[in-house]
């Protein structure tokens, strides 16, 4: 009997090796798990028949295209499309022999933050059904900590990848902006969106990073990167760490949260790093001012294809024009829509300059403030989420609190930069995740950080409703 | 009152590289409906764009040969709208930061060069094409729209003058001159009749002599260059009349009939669109290098506009332009390079030359200018058969220089008899004034001669026999 709650990518890719169990034995115990408890947490949009190979198995979140699966990106208007291409990410995780368990579920073209605004329902959190597990790529994360997958892939705008993985309790890696490709990935907001690895172990974490990131000719800001390094030391001699005040003193962080995240602190300290404060506080005021001017306008942009003409949905009308309105009336839910009416407005000729164009200048000054402040150190810390996961309804009708949610983790994604969860413990039997922020392509020293406050913390990633 | 029309042209040319401007389907003409692309140039979702390095480098040719300054700099901005040819919903442009901008464009005229400035020269894709059909499948009476995704996404270059034209005439000369620049610089096959070409014209007047700028209207769908002309001398007049009368020019898009020159464009007001531009946050800068750059700018040799100009000093202005125009000059230079006198030369090339449908490429200089020099001596028939023969492989002047022209008088005087007696109605004419008649009675000697006799010989016992030499 494989335990899939508790193996990793890791020590399951060892039992195929050594021949203890089969590629297929393995896919069909994620297949049972699915089975057993997807019915509950609804994870999956879509569930695949196992495809040929010893590879370990992986979920992708609906956002990510897969040739011949169903991809909707959480949306009715993208209801039936299937992909006639690869996004690069899901054919470089089938050229490493990855076998694709099936498409998990995401808050509408990932705009959200708990996986309410899926068009097909809401994912729940494994250890707690009646709360969220945090969004947009809450079916992944809430798959990897409830056994229904080793690993997945995320995509991660203003948060879409820590913020479920902190709520759900397992490792998520928001790469450095340009690291993986967007190609075939169904696009949200060019300049912030990125697509990274959810795993069990951040040494899972890594080697999934290493398969999907690396320069792609069919995407103009990929860029080529460092070699990955698979974390083994949990000695931090040497490395500095920063405390950024505005990011762990912020409001509406609930005691429990900081407890956690404050202990994990010392532990860094007490594994030889040093740790010190500091401060960042126009990325932290204007943050999320800034993302929520340039996401919305970039969306606004990028889901104008969504016509009708060519695949997906289409509602008839008297003519293209009321074809194309009817289309998008009838297969867009309220936050698409909201956001789309914010970013169009945003780039309306006499408001352009006051929105977007000091958006983008506002983006430089966070940009800026970050890189000077790693010029001191050498990661950041503090917690992913102000709160632990949150009940199903709670935020849903207040778009607001909703986007405060990603208080803390968009700063560091307007910035371009890398940002890991880990998780750190718990609050009222709740994962608590703790964030931490590098420099450009610093992916490594994040893994290795992480790592050796894995080891140290031991934190038992199985949801303890499902211990044994 | 006297009136000025300022004229400024937006001009697209779709470049013929080999593949589309951002994805790797194939860019031609004419392939069975939507075979040619991708999901890219479908905007499936997830598609991103990968620039087209040849269409960049191409683009700055052209505005090398225009004059222009190449940005170091220069960026892709999205142009959103809805519209069934466009599958994204936005193109891919260039706005504030194009690639190519402030230039100029010297177009010879009859009076003397005229300078339009370029205000700039950008890169952008084509849009898809659609098709309106009835349920019949005819054009009329449309009742769905069917698009064909093959154009969509092609190269395009976009070239907009400031509003230096003040004529017509110099509009048309200043489209055929650029139609001619691109072409040579193998850029595009800038042809009207595919769309490979395609202009709009903005179109004001003003009081002579004012700098002001009026109320302009736009005139698109104008398929020729003749047309455009036509469609611009009509359209200053009418601007002038509605000031005459006092009334003022609507700012308007005049939609003219491509297939039909005298059908009254379709007007429709201008609707001030929001394009709610962008910058392409899939693309990252073009920083053109400085070597490319030069290597582009090497690549580049005399331009059509400067022939015109150089040759001018030479020859007249009209014989000029349509040397250059046609395509002769180069061929025109390397027979008086030969021997044969600049003007006869020209002659013989824009006249029986091109009657003769011979590939200019494909003469050989030397015995061309063999034939010019010899042109007066040998018979008209042999003359042309010889340049009917001009682009023939290992072609040779000698034989036909070696027949000679009739130029005996006793043979030909009873030839001429001939002719004046049979056309008394016209020997008539031509004492009471009509001398225009003398190449009516040269032409049937030569046709009674078969061609062989010496044409000044004829004509000077013609002129002494009707009496008047």
Known sequence: ?468 | MTWEAVIGLEIHVQLKTRTKMFCRCENGFGGAPNTQTCPVCLAFPGALPVPNRRAVEETIKLGLALGCTVADRAIFHRKNYFYPDLPKAYQISQYDEPLCSNGTLAVPTPDGEITVGIIRAHLEEDAAKNVHVAESGRLHGATATLVDFNRGGTPLVEIVTAPDLHDADTAKRFLQLLRQTVVELGLSDAELEKGSMRFDVNVSVRPAGSDELRTRTELKNMNSFNFAAKGIEREIARQIRVYEAGDVVEQETLHFDPTNEDSPPIRSKEEAQDYRYLPEPDLVPVHPPAEVVDRLRGEIGELPGARIARIAKTLSFYDADVLVTGDLDRLWSAVVGAGASPKDAANVLANQFVASGVDPAAVDATELAKLVRARGDIPRAAFDTALAHAGDPGFSAEPYLAQKAVADVDQLDPVIDRVLAANPGQVEQFRGGKEGLLGFFVGQVMKETGGTADARVVNQRLREKLGRS
Not at chain 1, 433 to 442: D, K, R
């Open chain 1, 1 to 468: 009997m494989i335990d899939t709650l508790r193996l990793t990518a890791e020590s399951a890719k060892e039992l195929v090796r050594a021949k203890e169990i089969s590629g297929d034995e393995l896919f069909a115990a994620y297949l049972d798990a699915i089975g057993e408890r997807d019915p509950e947490l609804h994870c999956f949009l879509h569930v695949c028949e196992a495809s040929p190979g010893d590879g370990i198995p992986i979920a992708i979140k609906d956002v990510i295209g897969t040739k011949g699966v169903p991809t909707t990106a959480g949306s009715k208007i993208l209801e039936g499309y299937v992909p006639v291409y690869d996004a690069t990410v899901a054919a470089r995780c089938k050229e490493h022999g990855l076998r694709l368990l099936g498409k998990t579920n995401t808050d509408e073209f990932a705009m959200g933050s708990s996986t309410e605004n899926s068009a097909y329902g809401p994912s729940h959190n494994p250890w707690d059904p009646t709360r969220v597990p945090g969004g947009s790529g809450g079916g992944s994360a809430a798959a990897v900590s409830a056994g229904l997958a080793p690993w997945a892939l995320g995509s991660d705008t203003g948060g879409s990848i820590k913020q479920p993985s902190a709520l759900c309790g397992n490792v998520g890696l928001r790469p450095t902006y340009g690291t993986v490709s967007r190609f075939g990935v169904v696009a949200f907001a060019s300049s912030l969106d990125q697509v990274g690895p959810v795993a069990k172990t951040v040494r899972d974490c890594a080697y999934l990073y290493s398969v999907i990131s690396g320069r792609d000719e069919n995407d103009s800001t990929t860029v080529e990167v460092p070699p990955v390094e698979i974390p083994e030391s949990a000695d931090l001699r040497g490395v500095r760490i920063g405390v950024p005040r505005e990011l762990n003193e912020a409001e509406g962080i609930e005691p429990g949260v900081t407890a956690a995240v404050s202990a994990a602190i010392e532990q860094l300290a007490a594994l030889g790093a040093e740790v010190d404060e500091c401060s960042l506080p126009r990325s932290v005021e204007y943050g999320l001012a800034c993302y929520y001017l340039i996401a919305p306008a970039e969306a606004s942009s990028n889901l104008a294809r969504y016509d009708g003409v060519r695949y997906g949905l289409r509602s008839e009308g008297a003519d293209f024009r009321e074809m194309v309105m009817n289309t998008r009336h009838d297969g867009l839910g309220d936050e698409p829509k909201r956001r789309i009416m914010l970013g169009t407005y945003a780039l309306s000729s006499g408001y352009y300059d006051a929105y977007y164009g000091t958006a983008q200048k506002v983006r430089t000054v966070i940009k800026r403030e970050h890189d000077a402040v790693f010029e001191g150190f050498d990661a950041l810390v503090c917690p992913t989420s102000p709160t632990v996961a949150f009940p199903l309804g709670a935020r849903a009708d207040n778009p607001l609190a909703m986007y405060l949610s990603d208080l803390l983790t968009i700063p560091s994604c307007v910035a371009g930069l890398p940002g890991l969860n880990v998780p750190c413990g718990l609050s009222d039997g709740l994962p608590v995740g703790l964030q931490l922020i590098g420099p450009q392509f610093s992916e490594n020293t994040l893994f290795r950080v992480g790592h050796a406050l894995e080891q140290a913390l031991a934190f038992d990633y199985v949801p303890a409703r499902y211990r044994r």
